[in-house]
């Protein structure tokens, strides 16, 4: 391992690449669950209850992306160079799908004409799947060696989509997917569709909000549990591809450091399968967190301590030693003062205590 502060920032580092995987991975979930919404009876509702789920918290959790994208800037700038130098082409499409979800989640709500509205549903959910697809290749393409120090070693596109990236990018899908509907589920258990509309939302009351839509419960369980099983799935596969391509890689996920989250990640997610095909609507959703969240600290910790396996550990990659101390400090103040802010929102949302403002008219 590198020195401890440098240890220490590697460590925030994944910390906030775990909480964007779980937080903002939840969001794009509903995104992509929003999308494939249309062959469903009630679309409508589906996607209401989407936009009511999301509409408090999908900006606030763009906050751990920013946080992981100055940590890696600052206190590993070889890092940052070598991973935009190979990966940008990932890099852009994910920040342009992060644009136009935000920006047509939003023109969604305004859109006047059935065609408009149609529009912006269909580049929002794409882009809800664009994103977690490139981020997480992103991260599939460091596992997999191809991105050299500094410059690339390898053509881009090569670096870009290859075995392991493609594998990471489509676990991601998977998992953001399985996230979105635990979330949901919880969701629709408070929310009542007729409360929620232009005549209604003025008048919802707790008890309103307790009342919950049954049909929508179950809509969004059965596929937590197909998406909980094709994350489990995919994630075999991916480990499988990463044997092959990056054997150390492997080895540290399967028996070394990664070892303890890989089990908890397969665990936990397996727990949240069982809970609801019994229906049993309790620590689901702190499950189905624990499990996507230890997939990342699986592969982070089965890297470790390099951060382009083979190439560049931890100690090579960290910048000048007092920068190092200033950015740690300067990392515990930032989670000291956002955290209890973003747990307040979280905590909120989750009891339905955060509410439109009743339309006027």
């Keep these: 391992m590198g020195p401890p502060v440098a240890d220490a920032v590697a460590g925030v580092l994944l910390l906030a690449v775990a909480v964007y995987s779980t937080a903002g991975g939840t969001d794009y979930g509903a995104g992509i669950w929003d999308l494939l919404a249309g062959a469903f009876p009630r ?33 590993f700038p070889i890092l940052f160079q070598s991973a935009f130098a190979s990966l940008y082409p990932l890099f852009a499409l994910a920040l342009l799908g992060l644009i136009l979800r935000g920006a047509f989640f939003a023109f969604r709500k305004v859109a006047t004409t059935p065609g ?21 290749a992103s991260l599939g393409a460091l596992a997999s060696g191809r991105v050299g120090v500094g410059h690339p070693v390898v053509p ?25 509907a635990c979330f949901l589920v919880g969701d629709a258990r408070r929310y009542s569709p007729s409360a929620h509309g232009p005549a209604n939302r003025a008048a919802t009351t707790g008890p309103a909000r307790a009342a919950g839509s049954p049909e929508l419960v179950e809509y969004f369980r059965l596929r937590a549990i197909v998406a909980a099983l094709a994350t489990l799935v995919v994630g075999a596969a991916a480990l499988a591809v990463l044997r092959a391509d990056s054997p150390t890689v492997f080895r540290g996920m399967t028996a070394g450091l990664g070892l303890p989250f890989a089990i908890a990640a397969v665990a936990a997610t397996m727990a949240v399968a069982v809970l609801l095909w019994r ?10 967190v624990v499990g996507v969240g230890s997939f990342v600290f699986a592969w982070g910790f089965g890297q470790a301590p390099y951060l382009l396996p083979g190439r560049l550990t931890i100690e090579q990659a960290a910048g000048d030693p007092t920068v190092e101390v200033a950015l740690l400090v300067i990392s515990v103040v930032a989670l000291v003062l956002v955290t209890p802010s973003l747990a307040l929102l979280y905590t909120l949302d989750q009891r339905s205590d955060l509410q439109s403002p009743p339309e006027s008219g």
């Design 279 to 288: 229906r049993r609507y309790l620590w689901f959703r702190v499950l189905a």
């Design 43 to 75: 679309t409508a509702e589906v996607r209401a209850l989407v936009e009511h789920a999301m509409a408090p918290v999908w900006e606030a959790n763009n906050v751990w992306l920013v946080f992981a994208a100055v940590l890696t800037w600052t206190g």
């Design 156 to 180: 881009v596109w090569e670096a870009c989509l290859n075995p392991t990236s493609i594998m990471f990018g489509v676990v991601a899908l998977a998992a953001t997917a399985f996230s979105g």
């Design 116 to 136: 408009a509205h149609r529009t912006a549903t269909v580049v929002f959910g794409v882009s809800s799947i664009l994103a977690p697809f490139c981020f997480a």
